[in-house]
């Protein structure tokens, strides 16, 4: 990231990794592109409508499942395309909050984490959207590494489908956070191929309102995805409620002003009638106490805006920020509910087992270089 200006993400597409493999990744094509590889196979396009489901829908792991497509059908397939894209390397359960973190091994080796939360109301999904991430937050585990390559929308949809193969039967994921390791804004074609993907009512069906793209403050991409017509929520990392404090948090902030990044979301919240909502990691003694609380209050009363916040899970990475206490949570939320802003503190959601993101990859590799 450049302190001066912003320059976009230029790597090569992932999906050359593919074609470097010689065969063609089903998860990632549309319907329509299904139905094209049908007609190049030479079967009626009526089968794309049947392959789309077995690979979004019923998520099989092997084409013999697909009892209704024709063997010899079957057999080119094997021969020619990827049926999934992930592979489960381990797995953390914490039985007391019903989270389970996964990290999945990519074909070229990456590993991603994803995280399935079972909650009463519905299962609900945290999904990866780049292999490490180049966005630096001095808060967070992710960005340890740097930025290794951007995944393919196959690649994004397929931890979706991993994670409900795992549900017992009968059980969907019905909700969706783009909010794990990486800014989906920099990855910007292949994530919202992506979105649409996974809303596709032939495959995982999952409503636009029940999807969230979180989002560090790529102001191009907000403004962008406000015209793209997905009525999905746009979460805003804010983290700080002035320049000075945002700045030293996140360097994306040196390059687009906090009051340019808030116009940006009040654009998304009017162009979609979506309430945006505001990230805020609380950092004991950085960014939570009253003032900052204060300060925040003033800078979005009166607009349309949901508060979340997130009390940082303290990484091995980071070890100079620390949880706030309690207290300090509930003083800072009072604050913001008395300006009228609709606030939440987000439910622990597993800190013993490497919640934060990054973390999980980042312990597995250090234990792949002995450290
Ligand atoms: S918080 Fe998000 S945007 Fe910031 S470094 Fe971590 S993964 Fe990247």
């Known amino acids: 990231m450049q302190e001066s200006g912003y320059v976009p993400l230029k790597i090569a597409d992932p999906a050359l990794l593919f074609t470097q493999l010689g065969r063609q990744p089903l998860p990632g094509m549309t319907i329509h592109e299904m139905a094209d590889l049908m007609a190049d196979l030479g079967e009626p396009r009526f089968r794309a409508r049947q392959l789309f489901q077995w690979v979004y829908q019923k998520g099989v792991k092997d084409f013999d499942a697909m009892t209704n497509l024709p063997a010899r059908l079957r057999q080119e397939l094997a021969r020619t395309t990827l049926l999934r894209?992930?592979?489960?390397?381990?797995?953390?359960?914490d039985k007391r909050t019903g989270t389970t973190k996964y990290l999945f091994r990519l074909a070229d080796g990456s590993q991603v984490e994803s995280v399935l939360m079972r909650q009463s109301w519905g299962n609900s999904v945290c999904i990866t959207t780049q292999v490490g991430c180049r966005m630096g937050c001095t808060f967070c585990a992710s960005t340890v590494g740097g930025l290794v390559r951007n995944l393919t929308a196959g690649e994004i949809v397929d931890q979706i489908v991993m994670m409900q193969r795992e549900l017992p039967e009968g059980e969907r994921v019905s909700t969706v956070v783009l909010m794990g390791s990486g800014e989906p804004l920099?990855?910007?074609?292949?994530?919202?191929?992506?979105?649409?993907?996974?809303?596709?009512?032939e495959g995982l069906n999952i409503g636009y309102r029940h999807i969230t793209i979180s989002t560090s403050g790529i102001v191009p991409g907000m403004r962008r995805l406000a015209e793209e017509g997905l009525p999905i929520t746009l979460a805003l990392s804010l983290h700080a409620p002035n320049n000075e404090l945002r700045r030293q948090l996140m360097?994306?902030?040196r390059i687009?002003?906090?009051e340019e990044v808030l116009a940006a979301a009040r654009e998304y919240a009017?162009?979609?009638?979506?309430?945006?909502?505001?990230?805020?990691i609380l950092i004991d003694g950085v960014n939570d106490g009253p003032a900052e609380a204060r300060e925040l209050a003033g800078l979005l009363k009166g607009t349309l805006a949901h508060v979340n916040l997130i009390p940082l899970n303290p990484v091995a990475e980071r070890p100079q920020y620390r949880r706030p206490r309690p207290e300090r949570i509930n003083r800072f939320k009072q604050i913001l509910e008395s300006s009228g802003i609709a606030t939440t503190v987000r439910r622990e959601m597993g800190g013993e087992i490497d919640a934060a993101c990054g973390q999980l990859r980042n312990r597995a590799q250090r234990r792949h270089m002995g450290r």
């Open 85 to 93: 894209l992930l592979e489960k390397d381990t797995e953390q359960h």
């Open 270 to 280: 009017e162009r979609t009638g979506r309430r945006v909502t505001y990230e805020y």
């Open 186 to 201: 920099e990855n910007y074609d292949h994530v919202v191929k992506a979105i649409r993907l996974m809303h596709d009512p």
């Open 251 to 253: 360097p994306v902030a």
């Open 256 to 258: 687009w002003p906090i």
